[in-house]
């Protein structure tokens, strides 16, 4: 289904998170939302087939923010059979894409390296250095039991659920394993 929202409110999808450059909210245009299945993504396309039935062909780009969940992503998080509403302007890469499903988790264990109110760096145990992003929904646990943030210092051992792109959903912590 196709929904034409004109001009006045950009103000609604400033609040969404999916509002257009200061230069593209000065001139006129029309915001557009498209809503249904995710056919096919690729870096420059992202395919639905809409709640009438109807397939439609959507341009995506660098800018185009996109929410998995509820959580920052990427268009490598959005897979075919995701539900997704997509806003653009006409034929301009859209602007926003949230997407809702199954997304697949990945686990990492190794020891906390940095970390930062938004980030932190583990050394793997394979040897690779990786950065998580906090989200508003990551938990953190310190030797079982639910813990504050803080907690996710330089030197603890960890095993860190989270996305593809990155986005920690769960990190346990325990003291530094010995050498």
């Known amino acids: 289904m196709r929904r034409t929202v004109v001009g006045t409110l950009t103000a609604l999808a400033a609040l969404a998170g999916l509002a257009p450059s200061p230069a593209a909210s000065a001139a006129a245009f029309e915001l557009q939302v498209d809503r249904g299945i995710v056919q096919s993504v690729s870096r420059s396309e992202l395919v639905l087939r809409e709640l009438d039935g109807s ?18 992503a990427t268009l490598a998080d959005v897979l075919p059979g995701f539900v997704a509403a997509v806003s653009h302007d006409g034929g301009a890469p859209a602007l926003g894409v949230r997407a809702f499903g199954r997304v697949a988790r990945v686990v990492h264990r190794g020891v906390v390296v940095s970390a930062s109110r938004r980030s932190f760096v583990l050394r793997a145990d394979s040897g690779e250095t990786l950065t998580f992003q906090r989200a508003l929904r990551t938990r953190v646990l310190w030797r079982g039991a639910p813990a504050r943030w803080s907690a996710v210092r330089p030197g603890r051992a960890a095993e860190v659920t989270h996305t593809t792109s990155g986005v920690a959903l769960r990190v346990v912590l325990r003291p530094r394993r010995a050498a």
Do not use: D, E, I
């Open 55 to 72: 397939t439609v062909a959507l341009a995506v780009g660098a800018s185009t923010r996109v929410r998995v969940n509820g959580l920052p």
